[in-house]
């Protein structure tokens, strides 16, 4: 890898402890090959089935799954009780992302969808769930978007009714922009069983169900990603896999649906961050310097230090949405300039002689839609000013 920071902890990282950072030094060791693999699935985001035995590769995959699932894993002991954390999320996604983002987003393992399951799961479904995941490699989604229905979840209309046999659900409508749609062997579906936010439920889907299909999206930038169109006509679901029965409620779908988003969004921040450092070091690396590029790094910095904290407070069971999305909007919206600097400073031409430069340049534009529009996080960060919870902290800390 060329212009790595060498596995220093970077700037904004104080409030990480000594296994955080020996993490942080983990990560680095086993992304090496990242870059290289991450340019590969730029051109072809399969190819990652030829990696899947790659240390990193491994990591993330077994990142959310519980250690009593885990066969015998080469992680380090002391590191092992850190992952599945908020916090070490965010320093492992960010670590990789700074070599590849593509990588960890192509990679095989249960993703996002083990914060649903664990949130909504019955005892025999996590169980199945989870002892899939660690028997192989296989790839999931976690479908929520709809075509019209973006940013407006809690609008969705996929619907699930009885079927007529009394033989379980039938599940009927789409899903759009969903990463691994079109590759995974099962994942979740968010749809509608009543109307209201409390009519929502989450379903296991096993993709070789008769009625579904998927196509690839195409896509400019993250292709690693792999972001899907799903369709659903008459799929059946068995009584089992509807999650959530031995919940009341307020606690099924969408509680499910939340969790993974507030806990995603500091990882996608991290991918954001990840990314805006490399283009930062990278300049460094070509002799740039100057205040600009100074205060990108500054920014990058502030917004590490409140994504780790936002993630420290998930941990402790202190979930702020509104400093969480400051982090995402933040982090997405600095990656996005950090690129734009380098293409003015290294002169347009770069972006045709410098292709890790071009691709890092289409990858971070995802970020902006990613666990949701930036807009729709800058009007809960607003709410939060609103309400004061800003006050006396962040605002010094120089949120981007
Ligand atoms: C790489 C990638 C991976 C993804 N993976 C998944 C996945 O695994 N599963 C999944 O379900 N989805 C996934 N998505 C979809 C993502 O969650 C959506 O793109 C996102 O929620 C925004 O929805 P949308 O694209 O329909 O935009 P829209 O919601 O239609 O928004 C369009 C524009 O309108 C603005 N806007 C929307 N609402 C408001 C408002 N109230 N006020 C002001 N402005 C507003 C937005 O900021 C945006 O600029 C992925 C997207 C990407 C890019």
Redesign the pocket.
Known sequence: MTEVSHGRPPSGSDLLDDRMLELDRYCWSVSGEFRKVGELLDQDPDAIDSYFDLPGVLLYRFFSIPRRYWPQLDVPPQLAPLLGTSLAQAVVWERFSYADPNVL?ASPGPA?SSDAIHALADPEQTDRWFSRFAAQPDHT?????E???????TELTTTLRPAPDGDGWLLTGE???????ARAQVGLV?CRRAPGPWGIEAVLLDASSPGFSAELLP?VG?RG?R?SRMRFEDVRVPHRDLLGQHLRPTQRGLHGARQVFYRARPGIAAMALGCAQAVCDHLRGQGLRGDRLSAVEDRIAAIRRLNHRTAADIDAGRVDPHRIAAAKAGAARVAEDATLLAAELLGPASLLDDPWLEKVYRDVR?F?????????HL?SVFQGLLKGRFAGGVEAEGVG
């Open positions: 987003l996002l989604f976690f479908a929520v978007t075509p019209t229905k973006g940013s407006a979840a899903k759009y922009y969903v990463g691994n749609g968010f896509s993250l990603a972001i995802a902006e839609f990613m666990e949701g529009a930036g807009n729709v009007l």
